[in-house]
């Protein structure tokens, strides 16, 4: 796992939305980059969704389910887990090795730094949402962590713990998640009946024997955290949720969220093109840390950060970051962001809000690579399908247009608190729809403060 110091220069091209079927383009498109028809898969219950609250808002009682869930969904093995709570139950290694598959696949990052972080990071969160409900049926929905709010802090020994740690090795040893254990004597082949595609799983854990990444160093045995507490200002997650215009799409979303930046629009005022930071990976970087005393201002390249960072604390380490309690609780937020950014931008729903049908790549390298298009299936090693959603008995591997049909604000499963008290208007049928999308742009984007993680995947271009 490394860095990627965000440099001036470098530039985030926008992909080709997909093409209405109807329309004269439509006629000499190809299949791959006409919009499929949005409807909401079959077999899906209808009727009441979960409503994911803010973790601080939680009752007594409710956060208590959530937090034993938790545990339980750590301590137990999967068979017997099974057994207990039904099909849809994970044991909690199952999601930090699909994630550090997905983010080490030999064709490039199936789930980060790209237009694919979200749609895949939609689904992955509410796989495991579904799992945590199937521990505790009484749970409401998969509570997310606002970071835009300061006190009372979640870094408590009434909540997730201190920031850093303060066991002798910074591991995490108060908080609800005290001495969180972390898999050793892990191997990959304990995992391999849920290969969908074994041929791209290239992921190689920590020589330590512990389930991190090869790149990772730290030998500790549970949650450990060598950075402090994280905050996001709320006027920037405004900008991200509120981000409208001519030519602004899914991508220009991203990438207000991933690289802090708005396309070159300032933000609401002064000419500063920069957020105060990256809502998605600042939390990694800031909570994580490393032990190694880095110089990121005089890193100007990969190979540099490499040299420096090796011993890291679990949520800076990319690939096996869902090892820390807060990890879905964070991204749960970021799919809030993207739920509220949908509803704003109701008219861009018939092209799927303008995600890549073509071209689609990763960022910040640019690259271009198999898996993260429009009408490709997410994450083939290891994927997603309505069966193993409990939606049907269909086998068939989700598209990012199908996790961008379900997960919509009208169609997913799910609702956040503060989308159902707001005062707007009821949220449109995407199949509804007939006004005309904005097409995707290109975008030069130049930053020089934010620090992106990448995954090792792109340890290739090296």
Not at 76 to 92: M, R
Not at 140 to 167: C, E, M, N, Q
Not at 248 to 276: A, F, H, K
């Amino acid at each position: 796992v490394f860095f990627a110091l965000a440099l001036c220069g470098i530039t985030v091209r926008a992909g080709e939305p997909c093409v209405r079927p109807g329309t004269p383009d439509a006629a000499t498109a190809p299949a791959s980059q006409l919009c499929p028809p949005c409807q909401p898969l079959s077999g899906r219950t209808s009727g009441s969704r979960r409503i994911r609250r803010e973790i601080r808002s939680l009752s007594a009682s409710q956060l208590e389910r959530v937090v034993d869930a938790f545990h339980v969904m750590k301590s137990t093995e999967q068979e017997v887990g099974e057994q207990l709570y039904g099909p849809l139950f994970k044991q909690w290694d199952y999601f930090v090795a699909k994630h550090a598959v997905t983010a080490t696949d030999s064709r490039g990052d199936q789930g980060h730094f790209s237009a694919a972080f979200m749609t895949w990071h939609s689904a992955f969160v509410f796989e495991f949402e579904n799992s945590l409900v199937a521990v505790d049926p009484e749970i409401d929905g998969l509570p997310y962590w606002d970071s835009t709010i300061r006190s009372p802090s979640v870094f408590s020994p009434s909540l997730f713990g201190s920031a850093p740690g303060t066991g002798p090795g910074f591991e995490v040893v108060d908080g609800l998640f005290a001495n969180f254990p972390i898999e050793d004597n892990f191997s990959l082949q304990d995992y391999s009946e849920y290969f969908d595609n074994e041929e791209t799983v290239a992921f190689e854990s920590s020589d330590t024997g512990l389930l991190r990444d090869k790149g990772n160093e730290l030998d500790t045995t549970v949650v450990t955290r060598f950075g402090g507490e994280f905050y996001y200002e709320a006027q920037d997650f405004d900008t991200c949720r509120n981000l409208q215009g001519p030519g602004l799409g899914w991508e220009q979303w991203y990438e207000c969220i991933e690289l802090g930046t708005v396309n070159q629009l300032p933000r609401v005022q002064g000419n500063d093109i920069l957020l105060s930071f990256t809502h998605h990976s600042g939390p990694h970087i800031w909570i994580g840390g490393t032990s190694n005393e880095v110089d990121f201002s005089a890193i100007m390249s990969v190979p540099e950060v490499l040299a420096q960072v090796d011993t890291m604390g679990d949520f800076m380490d990319v690939v096996t970051s869902p090892n820390e309690p807060l990890f879905m609780l964070h991204h749960a937020n970021l799919d809030r962001s993207k739920m509220w950014w949908m509803r704003n931008n109701e008219e861009l729903a018939p092209t799927y809000w303008n995600f890549p049908a073509s071209g689609s790549r990763s960022v910040p390298l640019g690259e271009e690579y198999e898996g993260i298009n429009l009408n490709e299936q997410m994450a083939t090693a290891w994927g997603f399908s309505p069966k193993l959603f409990g939606w049907s008995d269909s086998e068939t591997l989700l598209t990012h247009a199908d996790a961008l049909c379900n997960f919509s604000p009208r169609d997913a499963p799910y609702i956040y608190d503060d989308m159902i008290e707001s005062p707007v208007s009821p949220i449109p049928s995407v199949s509804s729809y007939s006004s005309s999308a904005a097409s995707g742009t290109s975008s030069c984007v130049v930053f020089s403060l934010v620090l992106t993680l990448v995954g090792v995947c792109y340890a290739h271009v090296l």
